[in-house]
């Protein structure tokens, strides 16, 4: 069965960098566009980014746009993601998803990893 | 981009059906059929209910049914259960190459 388990996440101060990870397993990883989705302390659900199944396009949110970079090496099976430039609003559960066939949707989520961004 | 205006709050008692509504623009929920619905319970990870407008993945209940008229899209509970209570967010993809997720609904169980 599809798997996504993420990590790398912690706290950082404001300013300072983090990188994601997501390992997967259970399905076909090199074919499939993912996604990473935030979700702030009692919020609602954000989308942060997608990367096509290739890896050479790439999208992003405005929020995030020139300091997150999304990145996947399909002979690790592995998502990553790269925070930063990081600030206090930055601070939530973020969760990698697995697109089907680049609908813009997701099938199958991760446990999820808490970023806290705080001095 | 503003979030997808979705109720905060629904209610309904076992058996009932309840909808709750998902309104954007013609530039995401009026322009394409990329929109998706997901339940997530406190403490969980987001569940896809509903993709595609209206097609249920394997193992969802034929009890949840999606529906889209013009720029606002619907998802429908019918025989309302306990285990309905949770959080429900649309998604949908924009004209922006985005993806954009309505504010979250509260559905309580009665």
């Known amino acids: 069965q599809v798997q996504l388990v993420e990590s790398g996440g912690g706290v950082v101060q404001p300013g300072g960098s983090l990188r994601l990870s997501c390992a997967a397993s259970?399905?076909?990883?090199?074919?499939?566009?993912m996604h990473w989705v935030r979700q702030a302390p009692g919020k609602g659900l954000d989308w942060v980014a997608f990367?096509?199944?290739?890896?050479?396009?790439?999208y992003y949110s405005d929020s995030v746009k020139g300091r997150f970079t999304i990145s996947r090496d399909n002979a690790k099976n592995t998502l990553y993601l790269q925070m930063n430039s990081l600030r206090p609003e930055d601070t939530a559960v973020y969760y990698c998803?697995?697109?089907?066939?680049?609908?813009?949707?997701?099938?199958?989520w991760g446990q999820g990893a808490l970023v806290i961004v705080s001095s | 981009q503003s979030a997808l205006a979705q109720p905060a709050s629904v209610s309904g008692s076992p058996g009932q059906s309840i909808t709750i509504s998902c309104t954007g623009s013609?530039?995401?929920?009026?322009?394409?059929?990329?929109v998706s619905w997901y339940q997530q319970h406190p403490g969980r990870a987001p569940k896809l209910m509903i993709y595609?407008?209206?097609n249920r993945p394997s193992g969802v209940s034929n009890r949840f049914s999606g529906s889209k008229s013009g720029n606002t899209a619907s998802l429908t509970i019918s025989g309302l259960q306990a285990e309905d209570e949770a959080d429900y967010y649309c998604?949908?993809?924009?004209?922006?190459?985005?993806?954009?997720f309505g504010g979250g609904t509260k559905l309580t169980v009665l």
């Open positions: 998803a697995k697109d089907v066939a680049e609908q813009w949707l997701a099938d199958s």
């Open positions: 259970g399905f076909t990883f090199s074919a499939y566009g």
């Open positions: 990367i096509r199944y290739p890896g050479t396009n790439k």
């Open positions: 013609s530039s995401d929920v009026g322009g394409y059929n990329y």
């Open positions: 595609d407008v209206t």
């Open positions: 998604g949908s993809y924009t004209s922006s190459s985005t993806w954009l």
